[in-house]
């Protein structure tokens, strides 16, 4: 993080196996992220649930009036059906939709969450974020869902490609909030002792 938005920092929290939350201070309010990693689709129905359990556990914990934003590997395809559920879902996505597509839109329908770049139209080029070492299947798994409440917030979110040393492309969300730093209050000095009358 940029030392600003370090300063802004109240906690973060990791959540073992794969979930991290932090907390920041803004000027209208305090933004929790939530940093996760979704079980694959070779993952057992029971893995799956328990991840979702535990990220509603973590929402429940999050203030009502936090804004919430999520960013990660969902490891799932929404697919280009919008109207499964235009609620959750804004443009078409890439490919054809997985099982685990349910399970997104249904925390995303329980916790009132849009995913974001489904919000903004762009090229297909700019929506994989992973790619198979021949190049010749390409998938959309990473997302981003945020509250509703946060959507005017959001500039853009899209896919850059060029990171190296990985099979995934590096997702950019672009927020517009402002934050505030945190001012620790000084606390009383500690009194200085003489060793000479001790």
Known sequence: MSKHTNKS?????????????????????????VVCYAPTKEATDEEKDE??????????????HDVVCFLGDFS???????FFSPQVLGQ??????????KLLIYFGLMNDLVVGQS???????????????????????????????????LQDVRVYRGAEGSDHNLMITILCIKLKKICNKRTAASPVFDPEKL
């Open 9 to 33: 920092t109240q906690k973060w929290t990791p959540t073992p196996p794969k979930i991290l939350t932090a907390r920041f201070l803004g000027m209208h309010g305090k933004l929790s992220v």
């Open 51 to 64: 991840f979702y359990k535990s990220l509603q556990a973590i929402v429940k914990d999050i203030p009502r």
């Open 76 to 82: 799932t395809k929404v697919g280009n059906d919008q």
């Open 92 to 101: 078409p996505g890439l490919g054809q939709r997985t099982e685990n597509r």
């Open 119 to 153: 919000l903004f139209p762009c090229r297909d080029v700019h929506k994989y974020s992973q790619a198979s070492p021949d190049e010749t299947t390409k998938t959309q798994i990473d997302h981003c869902p945020i509250s509703r409440k946060l959507r005017s917030s």
